[in-house]
């Protein structure tokens, strides 16, 4: 199965991004983009690719481990940026020290869990919003959401998410998400 650390952020700041998201469909050739969808909206720490069920049990033990260790943080959607020519990103602002280290913690978890990592690099906060199959200027829309600063909410889990790659073939489908485990930031026991 597809695995992946996330955080994802709460319902309100969901909308709100949304609301901005909207916005950024109204731009020139925004409809020559493949934009992702509103409940697969996540902030990946880790991740995981194909990972073996027999690691599970190691991997849940360990991912537990990691959350226990992290206290929870503040958070906010902040502004927007792009990788190259062909992703656009919504950024944080906040506890990014803190989700740093949660990242951190949870690819380590993953690699003592013997779950085969792909090279490591340092984490950088984004939720992806869109992607092109071609070279694109997303500056215009990285200018759309410069001003955007989403209301702060308090991160306090740490999530498995488990995607279910589309297999219809059909235009437009997109990836199904689901959570495979759960743990509170902090907690013990």
Known sequence: MRLF?????????????GRAVDRLHGLPGADGLRWTGRPGWHFTLAFMGEVDEALLPELDERLGRAARRSEEFRLRLHGGGHFGRR????????????????????DAAARRAGVAMEEHRRYHAHLTLARSRTDTDLRPYVDALAPFEGRPWTVSRLLLIRSNLPGGGRPGERPRYEEAGAWRLGAVG
């Open 5 to 17: 650390a996330a955080v994802v952020p709460p319902e309100e700041a969901l909308r709100e991004l």
């Open 87 to 106: 992703t656009l990103w919504v950024g944080a602002a906040g506890g990014l020290d803190a989700m740093r280290m949660l990242a951190e913690r949870a």
